[in-house]
Nanobody, 126 residues
Framework: QVQLAESGGGLVQAGDSLRLSCAASGRTFSNYYMGWFRQAPGKERESVARISRAGFNTYYADSVRGRFTISRDNAKNTVYLQMNSLKPEDTAVYYC???????????????????WGQGTQVTVSS
């Protein structure tokens, strides 16, 4: 089992940047592929970005591609989400998630992730 804790959210203006961090504790971090999801009020949780166990493969939602970058440091048991050129529509609670599914590289389906952090609020004002 792995425990996840996000940090780095906040209130920023459109065009600003934020870096979210997700620290993992428990089992071997490199055994998990990781994802960042977000959920805005009244909307379903959506995949933002995901990264394979060794960090070689990354994938992004169309809405954030070119603005957000996911990375991980397995030595520090941490996954990051660098968010640049933020827009008001990026406002949401951001969650990191971990999956130990050995049959997949990554997944955009929240149901494939067994472990979740508590979330961190990102608010982008116009």
């Amino acid at each position: 089992q792995v425990q996840l804790a996000e940090s780095g959210g906040g209130l920023v203006q459109a065009g600003d940047s934020l870096r979210l961090s997700c620290a993992a504790s428990g089992r071997t971090f490199s055994n998990y592929y990781m994802g960042w999801f977000r959920q805005a009020p009244g909307k379903e949780r959506e995949s933002v970005a995901r990264i394979s166990r060794a960090g070689f493969n990354t994938y992004y939602a169309d809405s954030v591609r070119g603005r957000f970058t996911i990375s991980r440091d397995n030595a520090k048991n941490t996954v990051y989400l660098q968010m640049n050129s933020l827009k008001p529509e990026d406002t949401a609670v951001y969650y990191c998630a971990a999956s130990s599914d050995y049959y997949s590289d990554t997944s955009a389906d929240a149901r494939d992730y067994a472990y979740w952090g508590q979330g961190t609020q990102v608010t982008v004002s116009s």
